[in-house]
Every structure is written in structure tokens, then in C-alpha cells.
């Protein structure tokens, strides 16, 4: 039963999108094709995506937020100097702009790549992160952060997850965020298992945002559930819940999200109100009619019980 000391709590899980399709890169850093996909990211033009991402964001003001393909960008141009394109700066910025005031809580660091040549004579650099965001005006004290990448790797690509323990009117709670290997399924069931076995187990009520790289009916999905977690769209969303994907140029003009791959997870005391997809529809497009990211977000309500309530509760019904 719910009861006045009941805590309400919003997170959002958003893959926010690199920028381009990989793909030309995939034999190698061939200098042409570097440029050729460093051209698509700067079409895909991250500093006009964020307004969109802002706004879309500024709908809902959820509490906290699990961000995936967070990137550090840098073009260095010998002759010149460096541009960066740093995506979390920039999203606080706009999140700023619109009287929303985040902080980093915590971030992980996966891939990093340096000093590719292209065929104008610079180099590129990117780095990516899954980054943990909570807003400032509230009452939230983070008392442990965990920044850690798996040990189970695809080509010897780095991912990983962070964590944050949040305590909040005497009740501690544990949000992880996570993006899990796209491209190999034995990899990316390891690395659930690594959440499960690792952070993910634990008595704390535990929320996980995340990419997973996973549809509903998978192995990867069902090691959670069996794990104690429950799927907050499956419970509370209305409709498919369609998560990915557009373009990788951002520009098709029917969406075309057709399965769901990014979830908010619950376990331990943690009741569902609400769950809804942000950034999917036609008027979430960027002015120029660029989708915010290939990915839409997730947002969901939920109630913390008021944990002493809780146990008495549980205890009055042995």
C-alpha cells in the first residue's frame, strides 16, 4: 500500500547517438573513410540534436538519467588547433538554457580512440562514456559511485557501467547505467551477468537504466528477470514501446523504431506508475529535421515504499 512516505522518483534511460554509422570503418582507419564518417557526424550536427534532446528532457524533468554514447569528440587540426565536441557539456548546457540544472553523478569510460588521420591532414579523436545525470535542486546525496568496465569484451572493445548509492529522507537506493555490447550475443550475456553478479547484487533497492542490446524474449532480458528485476515498460507502457532505431543519418521521415532494446529494470520495493517513450514522435525533430538520436528515450515513474512501513507491512503478514 502506498502511504505519505512513499518517495516518487523519475529516471530516464536515453542512447543519445554517436553521430554516424561505423561502418566504413570497419576494415581499418582508412583516412578517406574517416573523413567520410567524420563528414555524417558533423551532419548529424550534436549541438543542434541537443536542443531536441533538451526539450524532449525538459518534458518530463526526471530526476535522474542514464545517458549511453556520451562522446568526447576532438578534430585536430594541426595548422589551427583543436575542436571539441564534448556531448555532455553541451547537453548541460541546453538543459541550462531551459532552467534544468544536472551534474554528472557518475561516468565510464569505454572506448577511447586517438590520433586517427584523416584525408585533410587532422586528426580525430573519440571517446565514449555512459554517464549518470541527476538533477541539482533536490535533495539527493550520493554516498558511493562505482565507474567500472567489463571484463567480458567484444574485439577487445571497452564497456562498461556505472553506479550510484543515493540516499534520500533516510532511505538508500542504488541506480546503475549501462550500454551492453551491440554486436555479439555470448558478450553481451556475459556482461549481464556481470551487473547481476556484481552491482546489480544487492538488498538496496536497485534501479538499472540502460541499453541492452536486447529484445524482451532474450536470454539477456530473461537472466534479469530471473534475477529478481522487473521490466518497467512491460508493467506500466502503453503500446510496442519501440526504442531503435532511425537512420544513421537521422534524416528518414517515417520513424522507423521497430523493437525495444532500452530499459529501466527495478527490483527491491520499487512500484511502477508510469512508463512512456520520449523523443519518438515527428515534433521531437531538431528545426533542421534531424531525430534527436537514433534511439528514443525511456522515462518512468516509481514509488519507493517507505522501507520501515515496508517491513512491518511484511512482517504483519507472515
Not at 533516510?170 to 551487473?195: D, K, S, W, Y
Not at 520499487?270 to 519518438?280: C, F, H, N, S, T
Amino acid at each position: 500500500m502506498s502511504n505519505k512516505d512513499d518517495i516518487e522518483l523519475s529516471f530516464l534511460t536515453w542512447n543519445i547517438y554517436f553521430g554516424f554509422d561505423p561502418t566504413p570503418l570497419a576494415g581499418g582507419f582508412n583516412p578517406v573513410a574517416v573523413t567520410q564518417v567524420f563528414r555524417q557526424f558533423l551532419a548529424t550536427n550534436f549541438p543542434v540534436r541537443a536542443k531536441a534532446l533538451a526539450r524532449a528532457i525538459a518534458s518530463k524533468k526526471p530526476a535522474f538519467i542514464g545517458l549511453q554514447e556520451v562522446e568526447l569528440i576532438t578534430l585536430t587540426i594541426p595548422t589551427f588547433g583543436t575542436v571539441t565536441y564534448d556531448f555532455i557539456e553541451i547537453l548541460l548546457e541546453e538543459l541550462e538554457n531551459r532552467g534544468l540544472h544536472y551534474k554528472v553523478a557518475a561516468k565510464n569510460k569505454n572506448r577511447d580512440l586517438q590520433g586517427i588521420p584523416d584525408s585533410n591532414g587532422n586528426t580525430i579523436g573519440i571517446i565514449d562514456f555512459d554517464v549518470i545525470l541527476i538533477q541539482k535542486d533536490h535533495d539527493f546525496r550520493i554516498i558511493n559511485k562505482q565507474e567500472e568496465n567489463f571484463t567480458a569484451t567484444f574485439m577487445g572493445i571497452p564497456r562498461g557501467w556505472s553506479a550510484i548509492d543515493v540516499k534520500l529522507d533516510g532511505q538508500v537506493f542504488r541506480m546503475i547505467n549501462t550500454h551492453l555490447e551491440p554486436l555479439n550475443q555470448g558478450v553481451r550475456e556475459a556482461q549481464a551477468l556481470e551487473l547481476i553478479n556484481g552491482p546489480a547484487n544487492t538488498n538496496l533497492p536497485v534501479i538499472i537504466t540502460g541499453d541492452l542490446n536486447s529484445t524482451p524474449n532474450s536470454d539477456v532480458i530473461q537472466f534479469f528477470i530471473m534475477a529478481g528485476f522487473h521490466d518497467a515498460w512491460s508493467e506500466v507502457g502503453e503500446g510496442n514501446g519501440f526504442t531503435c532505431c532511425q537512420g544513421a543519418d537521422l534524416l528518414n521521415a517515417v520513424s522507423t523504431l521497430n523493437f525495444r532494446i532500452d530499459y529501466i529494470l527495478f527490483k527491491n520495493g520499487w512500484d511502477p506508475i508510469k512508463a512512456e517513450l520520449v523523443g519518438e514522435s515527428q515534433n521531437d525533430r531538431t528545426n533542421t529535421g534531424l531525430w534527436p538520436s537514433d534511439h528514443a528515450g525511456v522515462w518512468a515513474k516509481l514509488e519507493l515504499d517507505d522501507h520501515h512501513h515496508h517491513h512491518h507491512h511484511e512482517e504483519s503478514c507472515d
